[in-house]
């Protein structure tokens, strides 16, 4: 399973800022340890156009030479640095790597960061710079359209289990028929001002296992009476665990890989390619947020695994005139 990282390009943050730049290397180096089914692979930064699917080109040329207005920068919540620059247009860049392999065959693939989905068509907000999930939504509808010109449009479903509400993708997407956005939040959390998804679904303070997983499958439910994707790129947010410092929900490590496995499963059953982000975590312990992020990785491998061997039995039975299922997803 192929995972795509940039945490080599690190941002240069002052003392005490609240933002865990750390746990990335740290995902990455327990991956390359413990995972070798994973095939970790550097991360190739978007261009100006890819990111222009999405964002403004006065936004884009704002971040690229550091000439956002004060209070715009201090909305994102890192300092201007090339480094901070870099640094976002590769996490977006993961993120369409990950989608193109995942609709290339893989079935999975993953982005080692991403999920940064408070960022707006013209400004960023809350650690998040470029919209990853948005930008690859739109470029594999692009690409999709010109390799297969009679099969009509990717539809996309962004399916968003971060604790904070998706508010850029929301707004990006708000009046697009062809891309789901699907977030499960913490009601009281931020954004205290939220953007209207295709379904959002408000959890408690204090939300458990049992209750965050029944919101869960009906939400998905609620989501396939309402669309058909062909494309599904979930944001993996490990800040739902019950060790989070900015997540307010009571999810366990259990508890956490059942909402993995559901989203995995759910996808798998349809035969709908899926690409994976870490979005947020901030856990006391970072470790604990590693080991979140880690859990879903070896979920993802299983999942991965079984793509796997339907190709080589869908590949068998093409060659010998025997096909037995047919994968509908582009």
């Known amino acids: 399973m192929q995972a795509f990282y940039a945490d080599h390009f690190v941002l240069p ?8 730049m750390a746990k990335y290397a740290r995902l990455r180096e327990r991956l390359a340890r413990e995972l070798p089914q994973v095939e970790l692979l550097e991360a190739r930064p978007a261009s100006d156009g890819e990111l222009a699917l999405v964002h403004t080109p006065t936004y884009i040329e704002a971040v690229h030479t550091g000439t956002l207005p004060p209070a715009a920068q201090r909305e994102i919540g890192f300092p201007w640095s090339p480094a901070m620059a870099e640094r976002a247009r590769r996490s977006v860049g993961a993120t369409l790597q990950a989608c193109r392999r995942a609709l290339g065959g893989g079935g999975l693939a993953a982005n080692l960061a991403g999920g940064t989905h408070h960022a707006c068509a013209d400004k960023g907000s809350g650690f998040c710079v470029f919209n990853d999930a948005a930008v690859a ?24 289990l971060d604790v904070h509400q998706g508010n850029g993708t929301a707004r990006i997407f708000a009046h697009d028929d062809s891309v789901f956005t699907l977030s499960l939040h913490g009601a009281k959390n931020f954004p205290f001002r939220k953007e209207p998804s295709d379904l959002d679904v408000e959890l408690p303070d204090g939300c458990g296992d049992a209750e965050y997983l029944d919101a869960l499958e009906r939400a998905l439910e609620e989501m396939e009476r309402r669309f058909e994707p062909g494309l599904v790129i979930y944001l993996a ?26 989203v995995m499963d759910w996808a798998w059953t349809r035969r709908l390619p899926l690409a994976f982000v870490m979005a947020g975590g901030y856990g006391t312990d970072m470790d604990a947020t590693v080991q979140v992020q880690m859990n879903t990785y070896r979920t993802a491998v299983q999942y991965h695994g079984r793509w796997q061997s339907s190709t080589t ?5 093409t060659a010998s005139g025997a096909m037995r299922w047919h994968n509908s997803a582009p």
């Open 13 to 20: 943050l002052p003392a005490g800022h609240r933002f865990p």
């Open 137 to 160: 939504a739109r470029l594999m509808q692009a690409e999709h359209a010109r390799a297969n010109r009679a099969r009509g449009m990717l539809r996309v479903a962004i399916v968003d």
């Open 237 to 262: 947010g490990a800040d739902p665990h019950e060790g989070d410092r900015l997540g307010r929900l009571k999810l366990t490590f259990d508890g956490m890989e059942a909402r993995d496995r559901r």
């Open 313 to 317: 039995v869908m590949t068998a039975a």
